[in-house]
């Protein structure tokens, strides 16, 4: 056989032993740069059995020729296909967000014993984070009575870390003068918001030549500003609803119906005909109240005793928005089992959900005028994988007084590409950074009720009173 003829051959086995080899390498854990490299190869094999194919007219030669390209094709085919996955899988691993789906661990908060000069009357106590946090934490220390020392008087008070803010900060208390040897003792009450509790009760000991300083630092609360453009603004007299919604017009219901089973509510949102909805002259009425008779859902029928009242955004498109900002100035119920709530939730689905306010009515420990909560929900096409509640915090915690279910109070957010920040009265409160970047998100305002069903749900207020809504849109 001549030269020529074997390096025609040469050529035509290192396609196939190259379709071969390839084929399996798709399958294994190679890196992306390695498949590049391998696409490179099988590229210049193409082009050499092109050539051959070009230049020979021999029977046999073009028959392996054809084969080796038909085999290549297969490999070209497969790796391009491998290398899009691996792209995508690089851009996923890049975003700590895994598209919605997760969020970086939640820092832990620890208070340590630690010594204070004798004679002190003021005690700072250092309230530390294991890691820098992607949202705001809320933790709450309690100083009270300990051996030979005595808290004046007993209290609790809340240490706010914002992003971005020093790990340790300090809260102060006053104490009776401290002799020596004296202690007194220090607790985190609750389960910090947007983070877990680390560590008990610590001691707080006079000690001869101790040193104990406050710790300065951390940015100041942001005062709200909504971004964007005014799209939608309706008072309590103004806003307008209907069983399905439109332009300009809630929808009384969820955009999958007029029940939340998976969640335990027992409240069937209402139909206008229903009477759930009654404008008055301090705003919109949202009510929640016992039906005469239960509502029957479902095969076999699920019975709903009570009446919950919804408006919802899905159908109004003055309402969504990417980034922008939602005001709602409201006044709470107040009724034990009720769930009043300000949400956002995105046009393709559920999850994700941004929670600018719940009340949790069903829990026994909720104070109807003085508690906050928010959270988050990631995940996708209705499997949440993540959330980052905080339950805990008080109006107190920023210097609003505890009227929400007696006064009107402004409640917003703001969702920008990095951040989303949720504010009352004006004050921030919570800041999460933002994982859902890209969702075209909606508004909803309701009163849901979980309660039991033989509860007379009579106590109090079911209603939650709208003065006025308002959306900003930047896109």
Same mark, same amino acid.
């Given at each position: 056989?001549?030269?020529?003829?074997?390096?025609?051959?040469?050529?035509?086995?290192?396609?196939?032993?190259?379709?071969?080899?390839?084929?399996?390498? #798709?399958? &294994?854990?190679?890196?992306?740069?390695?498949? *590049?490299?391998? $696409?490179? %190869? +099988? @590229?210049? =094999?193409? /082009? !050499? #059995?092109? &050539?051959?194919?070009?230049?020979?007219?021999? *029977?046999?030669? $073009?028959? %392996? +020729? @054809?084969? =080796?390209? /038909? !085999?290549?094709? &297969?490999?070209?085919?497969?790796?391009?296909?491998?290398?899009? $996955?691996?792209?995508?899988?690089?851009?996923?691993? !890049?975003?700590?967000?895994?598209?919605?789906?997760?969020?970086?661990?939640?820092?832990?908060?620890?208070?340590?014993?630690?010594?204070?000069?004798?004679?002190?009357?003021?005690?700072?106590?250092?309230?530390?984070?294991?890691?820098?946090?992607?949202?705001?934490?809320?933790?709450?220390?309690?100083?009270?009575?300990?051996?030979?020392?005595?808290?004046?008087?007993?209290?609790?008070?809340?240490?706010?870390?914002?992003?971005?803010?020093?790990?340790?900060?300090?809260?102060?208390?006053?104490?009776?003068?401290?002799?020596?040897?004296?202690?007194?003792?220090?607790?985190?009450?609750?389960?910090?918001?947007?983070?877990?509790?680390?560590?008990?009760?610590?001691?707080?000991?006079?000690?001869?030549?101790?040193?104990?300083?406050?710790?300065?630092?951390?940015?100041?609360?942001?005062?709200?500003?909504?971004?964007?453009?005014?799209?939608?603004?309706?008072?309590?007299?103004?806003?307008?609803?209907?069983?399905?919604?439109?332009?300009?017009?809630?929808?009384?219901?969820?955009?999958?119906?007029?029940?939340?089973?998976?969640?335990?509510?027992?409240?069937?949102?209402?139909?206008?005909?229903?009477?759930?909805?009654?404008?008055?002259?301090?705003?919109?009425?949202?009510?929640?109240?016992?039906?005469?008779?239960?509502?029957?859902?479902?095969?076999?029928?699920?019975?709903?005793?009570?009446?919950?009242?919804?408006?919802?955004?899905?159908?109004?498109?003055?309402?969504?928005?990417?980034?922008?900002?939602?005001?709602?100035?409201?006044?709470?119920?107040?009724?034990?089992?009720?769930?009043?709530?300000?949400?956002?939730?995105?046009?393709?689905?559920?999850?994700?959900?941004?929670?600018?306010?719940?009340?949790?009515?069903?829990?026994?420990?909720?104070?109807?005028?003085?508690?906050?909560?928010?959270?988050?929900?990631?995940?996708?096409?209705?499997?949440?994988?993540?959330?980052?509640?905080?339950?805990?915090?008080?109006?107190?915690?920023?210097?609003?007084?505890?009227?929400?279910?007696?006064?009107?109070?402004?409640?917003?957010?703001?969702?920008?590409?990095?951040?989303?920040?949720?504010?009352?009265?004006?004050?921030?409160?919570?800041?999460?950074?933002?994982?859902?970047?890209?969702?075209?998100?909606?508004?909803?305002?309701?009163?849901?009720?979980?309660?039991?069903?033989?509860?007379?749900?009579?106590?109090?207020?079911?209603?939650?009173?709208?003065?006025?809504?308002?959306?900003?849109?930047?896109?």
């Amino acid at each position: 056989m001549s030269r020529y003829f074997k390096l025609k051959y040469k050529a035509i086995l290192a396609a196939i032993c190259l379709s071969i080899v390839a084929l399996p390498l #798709v399958a &294994q854990n190679i890196t992306l740069q390695e498949a *590049q490299e391998v $696409r490179k %190869n +099988a @590229d210049t =094999a193409t /082009k !050499a #059995v092109e &050539q051959i194919s070009k230049t020979d007219d021999t *029977q046999a030669i $073009r028959k %392996n +020729a @054809d084969a =080796a390209q /038909k !085999a290549l094709d &297969q490999v070209n085919e497969q790796l391009d296909k491998y290398i899009q $996955r691996m792209k995508k899988a690089d851009v996923l691993s !890049a975003d700590i967000y895994g598209g919605g789906k997760k969020y970086p661990a939640a820092a832990k908060v620890e208070i340590k014993s630690f010594d204070v000069p004798v004679g002190a009357t003021v005690v700072h106590v250092p309230v530390t984070l294991d890691r820098e946090s992607p949202n705001t934490v809320i933790a709450h220390v309690r100083v009270f009575d300990g051996k030979g020392g005595r808290a004046n008087p007993d209290t609790t008070k809340p240490v706010i870390f914002r992003p971005g803010d020093p790990l340790t900060k300090t809260a102060s208390f006053k104490v009776r003068a401290l002799k020596e040897g004296a202690d007194v003792r220090a607790v985190q009450p609750s389960v910090p918001d947007g983070a877990y509790r680390k560590g008990g009760s610590i001691r707080i000991t006079a000690k001869a030549g101790a040193v104990n300083e406050p710790i300065e630092g951390g940015r100041e609360a942001i005062k709200f500003e909504p971004i964007g453009k005014l799209t939608y603004s309706a008072t309590g007299q103004t806003i307008q609803f209907d069983d399905k919604g439109g332009s300009m017009s809630f929808s009384t219901s969820l955009s999958h119906g007029r029940t939340q089973v998976g969640n335990g509510e027992t409240g069937y949102y209402s139909t206008v005909d229903m009477n759930g909805f009654v404008r008055t002259p301090d705003g919109l009425v949202l009510s929640s109240r016992r039906l005469d008779k239960p509502v029957k859902v479902g095969t076999p029928a699920t019975e709903y005793p009570f009446m919950a009242t919804m408006l919802s955004g899905h159908r109004t498109p003055e309402t969504y928005f990417k980034h922008g900002t939602v005001e709602w100035v409201v006044k709470m119920p107040n009724r034990r089992g009720s769930w009043p709530a300000l949400w956002l939730v995105p046009t393709g689905g559920w999850p994700p959900e941004i929670d600018v306010y719940e009340g949790f009515g069903y829990n026994g420990s909720w104070k109807f005028n003085a508690s906050l909560s928010t959270n988050l929900h990631g995940g996708d096409k209705g499997v949440r994988t993540f959330t980052r509640a905080a339950m805990y915090m008080k109006m107190s915690d920023f210097g609003l007084p505890n009227t929400l279910d007696s006064e009107f109070h402004t409640f917003a957010v703001t969702v920008d590409s990095e951040l989303i920040t949720i504010f009352v009265d004006g004050v921030e409160t919570m800041q999460y950074a933002n994982p859902f970047d890209g969702e075209n998100w909606y508004p909803l305002t309701n009163v849901a009720v979980k309660a039991k069903v033989d509860s007379p749900y009579s106590d109090g207020s079911g209603d939650m009173t709208v003065q006025s809504i308002k959306v900003w849109r930047v896109d």
